[in-house]
């Protein structure tokens, strides 16, 4: 049986326990995987009093994926450029890092939207937490630019010199977008949590592949995707799917099947 958890503030929204049961279910491992709110300041207490009830690992999402990374006694390479940590592995004494949310996404466009990243242009929108964990997954599919624009350009420039050694990247304010048509574009801003879209110049969307890395509504995103003429719009719900689905793998070796599992969400 393996023991796991969702760690979060507040917790009560998460999809993870649902996912994993599927999971379970499907491929015949005995997982019992819990929802658990720590308070904001003692994700450390809380994380090691579970890993003393016999975890075998944990998810984390907001606020602790910097308290799991600073709480990791090693990182794989994902979560070290990421950052942050949202699984953790209990292997004896040691205490693993990983971030799967970046291969998340790069699996759902490759196996559910059947799109490719090699040699195409990729747009960024933002520069937080979200980007700094989706970049080297995405630079590793070798693209031809991965061009990052945020509202804070200093932000957005940070971050294109510091993964400028995967890939060809480059950083830029959101006012600094052309009205040049892109490949993909990717709303990794939290502005559609707020219901807004960052006012940017449209043209880039036309036929473009545009994803929103937010999922459970229509987006402002999106719309905004539609109105422009993109080709495909798509919201962040296949790849909370397969983050958690690269997460139970890491745990149990056991790979699951993903499509069934967004299916069964979605409806
Ligand atoms: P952060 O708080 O780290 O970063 C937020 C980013 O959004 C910053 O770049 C910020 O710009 C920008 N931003 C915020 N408001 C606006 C606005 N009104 N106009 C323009 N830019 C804005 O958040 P995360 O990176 O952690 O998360 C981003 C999104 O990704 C969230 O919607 C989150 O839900 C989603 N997400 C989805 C996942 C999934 O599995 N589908 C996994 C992880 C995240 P500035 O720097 O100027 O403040």
Same mark, same amino acid.
């Given at each position: 049986?393996?023991?796991?958890?969702?760690?979060?503030?507040?917790?009560?929204?998460?999809?993870?326990?649902?996912?994993?049961?599927?999971?379970?279910? !499907?491929?015949g491992?005995?997982?019992?995987?819990?929802?658990?709110?720590?308070?904001?300041?003692?994700?450390?207490?809380?994380?090691?009093?579970?890993?003393?009830?016999?975890?075998? +690992?944990?998810?984390?999402?907001?606020p602790?994926?910097?308290?799991?990374?600073?709480?990791?006694?090693?990182?794989?390479?994902?979560? @070290?450029t990421?950052?942050?940590?949202?699984?953790?592995?209990?292997?004896?004494?040691?205490?693993?890092?990983?971030?799967?949310?970046?291969? +998340?996404?790069?699996?759902d466009l490759?196996?559910?939207?059947?799109?490719?990243?090699?040699? @195409?242009?990729?747009?960024?929108?933002?520069?937080?937490?979200?980007t700094?964990?989706?970049?080297?997954?995405?630079?590793? @599919?070798?693209?031809?630019?991965?061009?990052?624009?945020?509202?804070?350009?200093?932000?957005?420039?940070?971050?294109?010199r510091?993964?400028?050694?995967?890939?060809?990247?480059?950083?830029?304010?959101?006012?600094?977008i052309?009205?040049?048509?892109?490949?993909?574009?990717?709303?990794?801003?939290?502005?559609?949590?707020? +219901?807004?879209?960052?006012?940017?110049?449209?043209?880039c969307?036309?036929?473009?592949?545009?994803y929103?890395?937010?999922?459970?509504? !229509?987006?402002?995103?999106?719309?905004?995707?539609?109105a422009?003429?993109?080709?495909?719009?798509?919201?962040?719900?296949?790849?909370?799917?397969?983050?958690?689905?690269?997460?139970?793998?890491?745990?149990?070796?056991?790979?699951?099947?993903?499509?069934?599992?967004?299916?069964?969400l979605?409806?």
């Amino acid at each position: 049986m393996y023991k796991l958890a969702v760690f979060g503030n507040p917790i009560e929204h998460s999809l993870s326990p649902d996912i994993h049961a599927q999971f379970a279910q !499907q491929t015949g491992v005995e997982v019992d995987y819990q929802k658990i709110l720590a308070p904001v300041n003692d994700f450390s207490q809380f994380a090691t009093a579970f890993i003393h009830k016999g975890a075998s +690992g944990f998810n984390v999402t907001v606020p602790f994926k910097l308290d799991a990374f600073n709480f990791a006694t090693e990182l794989t390479l994902n979560a @070290k450029t990421a950052g942050a940590v949202n699984t953790i592995k209990i292997q004896g004494s040691k205490i693993i890092g990983e971030n799967t949310d970046g291969i +998340g996404l790069v699996n759902d466009l490759t196996n559910h939207l059947n799109i490719e990243l090699e040699n @195409k242009v990729v747009l960024i929108l933002g520069a937080g937490g979200a980007t700094q964990g989706i970049l080297l997954p995405i630079l590793s @599919k070798n693209p031809k630019r991965v061009m990052i624009a945020n509202r804070t350009a200093s932000k957005a420039e940070k971050l294109a010199r510091d993964f400028a050694k995967y890939g060809k990247t480059c950083g830029f304010g959101l006012d600094k977008i052309k009205d040049d048509p892109v490949d993909i574009i990717i709303n990794a801003t939290s502005a559609s949590l707020a +219901g807004k879209m960052p006012d940017i110049a449209s043209g880039c969307a036309n036929h473009a592949i545009c994803y929103d890395l937010m999922y459970g509504q !229509q987006t402002p995103f999106m719309d905004w995707a539609k109105a422009n003429n993109a080709a495909v719009i798509a919201d962040g719900l296949g790849m909370l799917v397969e983050q958690a689905a690269s997460s139970f793998e890491f745990w149990t070796g056991a790979k699951p099947d993903t499509r069934t599992v967004i299916k069964n969400l979605r409806s």
